[in-house]
């Protein structure tokens, strides 16, 4: 059965610092994977995704992520946080073209001024 | 392009009272999902509709959960009786349905009190 793990439920760097969120996916072939943010009170947002090709992908707000496909990781980065970064965020993945979505239990980042 | 709709954006009821969640999805998509998100949480799947038909309600409580997307564009999710663990937000989202890398579009959110 497919499952995203989000080791990390809370995360808190400084403005400024380097940051990177962890996601672990189970699936048998390779997956399209998603990381989504959700501020206070919003919706998710999509930031970025994988499917194929090039396994560094840039997303929107200066975030990246890598697909690691011998680590079954997708983890999130970004080289220097901003206030503005603190809220939730979701690792999915979808799998054999159900459209189906799995969500891992999400990471909250804290950002100290 | 305006984005996924939903309404109430709050709602508080008490146990085993009943309640209507509305959602209008991005003009055009063919998929829409109704997620439960628990406090602490991430988003879980409850029902899955391709256009007008369910595509996968596997997590539904369909004891007291019930959806309908009657002409394809438009949905509401049902909860009679609640309980208190119904207590959550529900978001809605939507995909075109044809494209799989596009990821979902996703409303604000209900959030559903039980008191």
């Known amino acids: 059965a497919q499952s995203v793990t989000q080791p990390d439920i809370h995360i808190t760097v400084s403005e400024g610092a380097s940051l990177e969120l962890r996601c672990n996916y189970s699936?048998?072939?390779?997956?399209?994977l998603f990381w989504y943010v959700q501020s206070p009170g919003q919706g998710l947002q999509l930031l970025l995704k994988?499917?194929?090709?090039?396994?560094l992908v840039q997303g929107i707000k200066g975030f990246e992520a890598e697909f690691k496909r011998s680590q079954s990781s997708f983890n999130l980065r970004k080289p220097s946080v901003h206030w503005s970064d603190a809220a939730e965020y979701f690792c999915?993945?979808?799998?054999?073209?159900?459209?189906?979505?799995?969500f891992g239990t999400g990471t909250r980042l804290k950002v100290l001024a | 392009e305006a984005g996924v709709a939903q309404s109430p954006r709050y709602k508080i009821i008490e146990k085993r009272q009943s309640v209507a969640f509305w959602c209008n999805p991005i003009?055009?998509?063919?998929?829409l999902y109704w997620y439960q998100q628990i406090l602490g949480q991430g988003p879980k799947l409850l029902i899955q509709?391709?256009?007008?038909?369910?595509?996968?309600d596997s997590q539904l409580p369909k004891d007291r959960f019930s959806a309908e997307r009657l002409k394809g564009v438009d949905s509401t999710l049902k909860i009679q009786p609640a309980k208190l663990e119904d207590s959550a937000v529900y978001l809605c989202?939507?995909?075109?349905?044809?494209?799989?890398?596009?990821?979902?579009?996703f409303g604000p959110g209900t959030r559903l009190t039980v008191l």
């Open positions: 989202a939507s995909t075109p349905g044809g494209d799989l890398t596009i990821g979902q579009f």
């Open positions: 699936y048998g072939a390779t997956p399209y």
């Open positions: 994988y499917f194929s090709g090039d396994t």
């Open positions: 999915a993945v979808e799998g054999s073209g159900t459209y189906k979505y799995i």
């Open positions: 003009s055009g998509h063919a998929t």
């Open positions: 509709f391709q256009n007008n038909g369910v595509v996968d």
